[in-house]
Structure formats: structure tokens, C-alpha cells
């Protein structure tokens, strides 16, 4: 009895917990699709559909648009590729970051094997027979380096095409919601009102975008099940009052009626039939945030019903009033009894804000998933919440959206071609997902080749039928989605090929270890009070902006770190397995190099906290080394490759950091240590917090003194500001990425995270010229 009394509590707090996040799901991830029934008719029999005074046009469509919604949404993505997370992240770089670990196809360069016992990474075992077909595809992906490009591009494409999702959608939305407008102005008028609105209404959204979401974000839910209760009851009621007959539309057979009937016609409104799955793709970027459980419900239970008696309301209304089968009028409004018009319109625009929303902070997402991996110009990134992790902001970005979305607004002025333009955005990011997908199946979930051919193929046929009706409208709005997504293609393969070169310039001169071992005051070398922090994309050997640095400027400081923050390709990467530490060269050169290790989607910390984790790890480097690298012998090769993996500042269970305004330094612990009294003048006082340690021998306890009191004087950020230049010779093509394209973006990109924040007095910036 006892124990069946302990565990009732928890199964209900953990359904209450599936509950809760299912209702909050229903603000952030379904918004946009929530608001799809305001454009999806109009868009559909938006001149492509002639008009007739029979019903099979508007069953037809209404069969397409319950099938698409049944097989894409909920069977591909409810039920399959949900499952498809990376340790509970979703999105196309997601599936991108399952694959480079499975088939060690990464982009990324400066990976290490130790980045492989990341408790982050899944592996699996492909030791079974060579015959496997599994096993060979794998060998197939990691032998062509071809294969690694497309795979990158994939996923670029994807990630493109989400960013101009970002412009299209809010434009779409927003126009469609303010579009009720129209009904209370004559026809040759109704473009006029609804394009100030909206683009007021945009205006309004971009600008408060700096506040984060959270502030707001308790009143999305309530917005979207109330659009959701509202659209679904006018459905019910349409479907009594006009139609009680109109769920015959639901069987397959009215679509092969509506294509044999409206032939071409038919065949081009699929790209505006389509629009009534935007948004199904945030259910899968959007994962981290929710669980799958509530996401599975909240849409099953939902959305899912909600916006079938939507469409199946319309529907019926419009098989009553064949006159307003074509032409402007057929739309969502039409449909909404006239004494509730005016306050559904109210929160049909809320719900398309809250909609918008989702999509922008999507986008903010995507964009800092790209930078992570090496893929996007650094941007300033803004974290809007203390509490939630994904909520950021990106000023650059967000203007740059804003003004997209107005341009779009202000031209097309009708959700004919920005249906057109959104459709072809969406279907290929779909597109993408299916590919990527039928590879995870095989690499990742070991699933039969033949099982993966049949996911591609089912899926990827009703996508690309889909595709093929979006591209047929290329001048008619289409080619929008294909203009950003070629730009910021651009923009972003460009700068990944000019950090890739750059990366490998730094590899072939690299200077050797016995390089540095050789300098000693009697070639002139002085050490200087302080520690230096060069920063360096190499894991391994020593860069050569620092033999730059060292043949102009004969010094360096009493301890030098050699800093490398790179990115890996999981989501999150524990605070306890965040730096790689070890020596480069005898101890007392005090030389360390240390790696700093962040996933694509967590958070870098500001500069005090990280100059905080740095020391603190170097720290404890030093009280946990293994005797035998402290005993090495002084004509040892030095192996840079024995790293010691250290806990962050917050966690580290080791060596622990404070600092306040003293005259002294000194080391306290559970054992008793040296205390050295500063003669200098007042400075930081530095304290080293030593747990219990069994051994503390005189050579750590001066190390650790001479790390407290380079931290007392000060630490130097020492970057390097390379000038990158292709090689003569080069062809015409390289030049222009290298010396105008790869430059202008460096030029105008932001620093390193770490360093954003530090004042100029402690930088030190060393020009360096690469020709790749």
C-alpha cells in the first residue's frame, strides 16, 4: 500500500509535466500553423481554378488539404521524425549533427577524437560484416569528400530556406489576418487599408523583438487556443448550417476527381493547397524547448482537429456560394457570420503575431546554429532570458528581416504571390528534412536500406509533387525564396571555404613545439608580469601569428595560454566536460593549452565568468595532474594530445576562484598552504579554494602561486587579426570568394564571444597576412 501510494504522486506530476509543456507547445511551436486557414483557400483558388457551379473544385480541395495535413504533419513528423532528435534538440542541423557523428562527415575542422567521449555523443557499432549495406554507405559518406559537401550544402539549403521562411511568413501572415479589412471597403479599394495596417503591425513586431519573448510569452497559449476554439467553432457551425454533407470530401477519390477535372489548373493550386502544413516544420525545430510526448499530443488532440473542422467549415460554406469561388473575396472571412466578424478579426491578428514570433525566434535559432558550426559570419547574439535558453536575439538580423518583410509587403500587396513565395520555402525545407531523414534511418537508427528508399520515396513523391507546383509559379512570387536563399547560400558557403583555407594555412605553418622550448632570455625573450591569452583555432602545435608576435615583440607574459573555443557538433556539451587542459612544454615554462568546448545551441558565458572558468580549469589542471607528467623527463617529446578534461567555474568540483579588493594573496584549503603577502600596489586579491587532495607537493603549491599572482596583474587577450588573401595563381573564382568576398565579411563580423566585452587597454591585436 505504501508503495503504491509513493508512486501515484509521481505518475501524475510527471503527466502533469507532459500537460503543462503540451499547453505551452500550443503559444510557441503552432502559431503559424494555427493561422494557415486564413490564406490557404484564397492562395488555392487564386485564378489557377476556374469558376463552376459544382462542388467537386471545392471537395477536391478540401481532400488535398485533409490528406496533406494527415500524411505530412502527423504521420511524417508526429509519429517519425520526431523520434529523430539530438539528445532532445530537433531542426535540420539536428539531423546534420547526427549524421557527421555517425559517419564522421563534419565540416567542422578542428575536431579531436577526445571531443568523441562527449557524454553528448550516441554511438553506435558498425563492426558487423562488411557486406552490410549499412556499413558500406557509411565507408561511401566518409571515404568521398564530395559526398561531405553535399551533405553541407543539404543542410545550407535547409537552413536558407528557413531563413527566408523567417521574412515571408510574417508578411503572410499578418497581411492574411488584416485582410478582414477589405470586407467593409469596395474591391477596386481593399489593397490600401491592408497595407499600412500590416506594415504597421510589422513594424510594431520587429521593434519589440529586443525584449525577448518571455515577457509576453504567458499570453501566446491563451491566444492560440483561442484561435484555434474560434476557428473550430465557426467550422462546426458551417458545417450544420450550410453542408452537414461535406465530410464526403474527406475520401481520397474527390482528389482524383479535382485533378481529372481541373487538369493544369488543378495541379497549380497545389502551391497554395500546401500552405496549409507551414509551420509543421517548427514542431521539430522547436523539440528542445518541449518534449516529444507534449508535442505529439498538443497536436494530435488539438491543432490536428481544430484545423480540419476549420478547413471542412470553409468548405461547406463555399459549396452554398459559388459566386465567390473565385475572384478576391473567397477567403477566410467570407465564411465568419457577420455579427462576429469584427472580434474575430481582433484575434485572428494576435494570433498571427504570436505566429510570426515563433518564426523570427526560429530563425534568430537557425542563424546561431550556423555561426556554432562555422557556417555564418559571427553575430552579435543577445540572450533576452536568464531562464530560457534559446530565447536570443540578433539586432542585425532582426533588421534585416524587418525590411525584407516590408519590401515583400509593400510589393506584392496580395497573398496571392507571397502564398506563392512562402509555399516554395516551406515544401523545400521539407524537402530537405525527407533526405536527411532517410539517412538517419540507415546510419543512425540501423534501420533496413530498403526502409529508408520507402520513406524517401512516399514522402518525397508528395513533396516534390508539391515542390514541382510552387516552382511552376516562379515569376509569380516564387523566385523570392530562391533569391534569399541564394544570397544568404552565398554569404555562407563563402565564409565556411575561407575558415576552412584559413584553418588549414594555420595547420602547414604551424611552428613546433621545440621552436618555442628553445627561447630563453639569452635570445632576448623576457617574461612579463600577467597571463596571456592567445587566441587560436589550432588544437594542436603553435600558431604562427604567435612567432609573428614573439619576432616583433621579444616578450611574452609569466604565463601563456594558448586558447582555442571551438564549437562540436552536439547540442550541449556539460559544464563538467567544457575545457580540454594540458602543458606545452616542462613545467616551469608555464605554457598551457586550453580548449573550451561548446555545443551549437548553448550559451557562451560574458567575459568575467569565462575569465573565471579559464583560470579555475588551469587550476585544477595543476592539482589533478597525473604524477607521471609531472615527473617527465626534460628531453621528453611532449605529446599536446594528453588533455585533461575540467569542469567549468559553476561546477568544477576541484579548484574554486574569488576575488575581491585586497593587498594579499593567498592560497586556503583543507590542507594548509603558503600565504605571500602582495608588496605592490592594492590589486585583486586572487584566492585559490584547494579541495581535500591527498598529496600537495611544494612544486604544485608554486605553481599554483605563480597563476595567482599573473592573474593579480592582469590577463591580455592577444588575437589575431589576419588579412586573408588567395595565393597567386589562384583562379578567378577563388580570388573572389578569398580577397572580396571572405573579406568584407570578416571585416564586418563580430569577434570572438569571449571577447566582445574586454576593454581595449588589455587587447592586443597582431596583423598577420594568410595567403590560402
Known amino acids: ?44 483558388f487564386a485564378e489557377d481554378i476556374q469558376h463552376s457551379e459544382s462542388n467537386e473544385e471545392i471537395y477536391g480541395v478540401l481532400s488535398f488539404v ?79 569528400k564530395v559526398l561531405h559537401k553535399v551533405l553541407l550544402i543539404l543542410a545550407l539549403i535547409g537552413a536558407c530556406m528557413v531563413i527566408g521562411d523567417g521574412v515571408l511568413t510574417p508578411a503572410l501572415s499578418v497581411f492574411s489576418a488584416v485582410s478582414g479589412l477589405e470586407l467593409s471597403t469596395s474591391k477596386e479599394h481593399h489593397g490600401y487599408i491592408q497595407v499600412p495596417v500590416a506594415c504597421v503591425i510589422l513594424i510594431l513586431l520587429f521593434a519589440l523583438q529586443h525584449y525577448g519573448t518571455h515577457r509576453v510569452g504567458f499570453l501566446f497559449a491563451p491566444i492560440v487556443i483561442t484561435w484555434l476554439l474560434c476557428i473550430s467553432t465557426i467550422g462546426v457551425y458551417n458545417i450544420v448550417y450550410w453542408n452537414p454533407h461535406v465530410y464526403r470530401a474527406l475520401s481520397p477519390y474527390y482528389m482524383y476527381k479535382f485533378l481529372k477535372k481541373t487538369q493544369r489548373g488543378g495541379w497549380m493550386s497545389l502551391g497554395g493547397i500546401l500552405l496549409c502544413m507551414t509551420g509543421s516544420e517548427a514542431m521539430f525545430a522547436d523539440l528542445g524547448h518541449f518534449s516529444q510526448s507534449s508535442i505529439k499530443i498538443a497536436f ?25 469561388q473565385s475572384g478576391y473575396r473567397v477567403g477566410f472571412y467570407v465564411s ?64 534585416t528581416l524587418m525590411l525584407l518583410c516590408l519590401a515583400v509587403t509593400i510589393g506584392f500587396r496580395d497573398t496571392k504571390h507571397m502564398g506563392n513565395a512562402s509555399g516554395l520555402a516551406v515544401i523545400t525545407v521539407m524537402l530537405v528534412t525527407t533526405c536527411l531523414m532517410s539517412l538517419v534511418m540507415v546510419l543512425c537508427w540501423k534501420k533496413s536500406v530498403f526502409l529508408a528508399i520507402g520513406f524517401i520515396f512516399f514522402f518525397g513523391s508528395i513533396e516534390a509533387l508539391y515542390f514541382s507546383a510552387s516552382l511552376i ?130 550559451n557562451h558565458k560574458d567575459e568575467f565568468e569565462f575569465e573565471k572558468d579559464l583560470v579555475c580549469s588551469i587550476a585544477e589542471f595543476i592539482r589533478s595532474e597525473k604524477p607521471e607528467n609531472k615527473n617527465a623527463p626534460e628531453n621528453e617529446d611532449y605529446d599536446e594530445e594528453n588533455l585533461t578534461v575540467v569542469g567549468s567555474f559553476s561546477t568544477n568540483k576541484g579548484v574554486k576562484l574569488s576575488e575581491d579588493e585586497m593587498d594579499s594573496t593567498e592560497i586556503v584549503g583543507t590542507s594548509e598552504l603558503q600565504k605571500v603577502n602582495s608588496l605592490d600596489k592594492p590589486k585583486k586579491r586572487v584566492r585559490f579554494v584547494v579541495p581535500e587532495t591527498p598529496q600537495i607537493d611544494n612544486q604544485m603549491q608554486e605553481e599554483l602561486q605563480d597563476l595567482m599572482e599573473a592573474r593579480e596583474s592582469g590577463m591580455v587577450f592577444i588575437l589575431g587579426q589576419s588579412y586573408v588573401r588567395a595565393k597567386t595563381g589562384s583562379s578567378f573564382i577563388k580570388k573572389m570568394a578569398i580577397n572580396y568576398g571572405y573579406d568584407f565579411l570578416r571585416r564586418n563580423s563580430r569577434g570572438p564571444t569571449y571577447a566582445l566585452s574586454v576593454p581595449h587597454a588589455s587587447t592586443l591585436e597582431v596583423g598577420m597576412v594568410y595567403h590560402v
Open 1 to 44: 500500500m505504501d508503495l503504491e501510494a509513493n508512486n501515484n504522486p509521481i505518475r501524475r506530476e510527471s503527466w502533469k509535466t507532459v500537460l503543462t509543456l503540451a499547453y505551452q507547445s500550443l503559444g510557441v511551436v503552432y502559431g503559424d500553423l494555427a493561422t494557415s486557414p486564413l490564406y490557404v483557400y484564397k492562395s488555392a
Open 66 to 144: 485533409f490528406w496533406t495535413l494527415t500524411l505530412i504533419p502527423l504521420l511524417k513528423y508526429v509519429f517519425i521524425v520526431l523520434r529523430a532528435d539530438d539528445n532532445g534538440e530537433g531542426g535540420t542541423f539536428a539531423l546534420y549533427s547526427l549524421l557527421c557523428r555517425h559517419a564522421r562527415v563534419s565540416s567542422l575542422p578542428n575536431c579531436q577524437l577526445a571531443d568523441e567521449d562527449l557524454s553528448a555523443y550516441k554511438k553506435d557499432d558498425f563492426s558487423s560484416a562488411d557486406k552490410d549495406p549499412r556499413s558500406s554507405l557509411k565507408l561511401t559518406l566518409e571515404k568521398h
Open 300 to 324: 494530435s488532440f488539438v491543432v490536428y482537429p481544430a484545423l480540419i473542422l476549420a478547413y471542412m467549415g470553409q468548405a461547406a460554406y463555399l459549396s452554398m456560394h459559388h459566386s465567390l
Open 336 to 399: 465568419v457570420p457577420e455579427k462576429i466578424r469584427w472580434p474575430v478579426l481582433a484575434i485572428a491578428i494576435l494570433a498571427a503575431v504570436v505566429g510570426s514570433q515563433a518564426v523570427i525566434t526560429g530563425t534568430f535559432s537557425i542563424i546561431k546554429q550556423c555561426s556554432a558550426l562555422g557556417c555564418f559570419p559571427r553575430v552579435r547574439i543577445i540572450h533576452t532570458s536568464a531562464k530560457r535558453q534559446g530565447q536570443i536575439y540578433i539586432p542585425e538580423i532582426n533588421w
Open 473 to 602: 509559379k516562379f515569376l509569380e512570387g516564387a523566385w523570392v525564396p530562391v533569391a534569399l536563399s541564394f544570397i544568404f547560400m552565398i554569404v555562407m558557403y563563402v565564409w565556411h571555404y575561407g575558415t576552412q583555407k584559413k584553418y588549414e594555412f594555420d595547420v602547414q605553418n604551424k611552428v613546433p613545439i621545440n621552436w618555442l622550448l628553445d627561447l630563453s632570455p639569452n635570445l632576448g625573450i623576457v617574461r612579463v608580469r600577467g597571463i596571456g591569452l592567445i587566441q587560436t583555432e589550432l588544437v594542436a602545435g603553435i600558431p604562427a601569428i604567435f612567432s609573428h608576435f614573439v619576432t616583433n615583440l621579444p616578450a611574452f607574459h609569466q604565463v601563456l595560454v594558448f586558447l582555442c573555443v571551438k564549437s562540436v557538433p552536439v547540442p550541449h556539451v556539460k559544464s563538467e566536460e567544457r575545457f580540454l587542459v594540458g602543458r606545452i612544454g616542462p613545467r616551469e615554462f608555464r605554457i598551457y593549452r586550453c580548449i573550451a568546448r561548446y555545443g551549437y545551441r548553448d
